[in-house]
């Protein structure tokens, strides 16, 4: 099994609204991230879980919350999103957290298309 | 200065022609590194681990020179289903795994 499986696949909610994206994987891989897509960009890192720690935060707006329950799940809290927020998220895993031995291929799962309105 | 730098294109080719894109990063310190592939509306997928001796796979070879900072990925015979976004990732240690995707390399393969 090779998949990063992200739920839902298509989000729509309000301003004021609190929700969840999930992420799980089952690949035995000790490092999970999430990251965001605005159109004809790049996938822009968010956070960085390295054997369930968080072990980056690269400076993201505290209405982002993430959380590692376990090795296999990622969950991404939304709340009091802006309309800018509207993006692609993607959640992705590889092999190792941190250590000597680099292998650090990522896979990603299909994304959740988020609409903040 | 970013941190991974490609030429966004798009670069439009005839089919079965050969086409090189070029990828600079900045951190001298990368460890690791990765062509990735992403369709339009689809998540990125992996599409070859980048070694210092140089990797091929089928018509796909990339290249690594750690001096210039430079990694290259050149496709042979391009076949329409080749069109995509081409993206260079680079892993910076430290902290945890930081990939780092470049801006992206837009390929189109026309008949």
């Known amino acids: 099994d090779t998949e990063v499986t992200q739920t839902p696949k298509h989000l729509v909610m309000g301003m004021t609204n609190k929700k969840s994206l999930k992420c799980e994987q089952h690949m035995g891989h000790r490092a999970m991230y999430w990251y965001k897509q605005k159109a004809k960009k790049p996938p822009e890192l968010m956070f960085v879980?390295?054997?369930?720690?968080?072990?980056i935060n690269e400076s993201v707006p505290s209405r982002f919350s993430p959380e590692c329950p376990n090795s296999s799940l990622l969950n991404l809290h939304l709340h009091a999103l802006q309309p800018e927020d509207s993006a692609l998220y993607l959640c992705?895993?590889?092999?190792?957290?941190?250590?000597?031995?680099?292998?650090?291929?990522?896979?990603f799962g299909q994304g959740t298309r988020l609409t903040v309105v | 200065r970013k941190e991974v730098e490609q030429d966004p294109g798009p670069f439009n080719v005839p089919e079965g022609a050969t086409v090189a894109f070029n990828c600079t990063y900045s951190?001298?310190?990368?460890?690791?590194f990765f062509w990735y592939r992403q369709d339009c509306r689809k998540e990125p997928k992996l599409l070859m681990s980048?070694?210092?001796s140089g990797n091929e796979d089928g018509r796909f070879t990339a290249q690594l020179n750690r001096a210039s900072q430079y990694i290259s990925l050149l496709i042979r015979d391009s076949k329409l289903s080749d069109s995509a976004t081409y993206l260079c990732v680079v892993n910076q240690k430290g902290g945890g795994n930081k990939l780092t995707f470049g801006t992206g390399t837009q390929l189109k393969v026309e008949l």
């Open positions: 951190n001298s310190a990368s460890q690791s």
């Open positions: 992705a895993s590889s092999p190792s957290g941190t250590g000597v031995i680099m292998n650090t291929e990522a896979f």
């Open positions: 879980y390295s054997y369930e720690k968080l072990s």
């Open positions: 980048v070694y210092s």
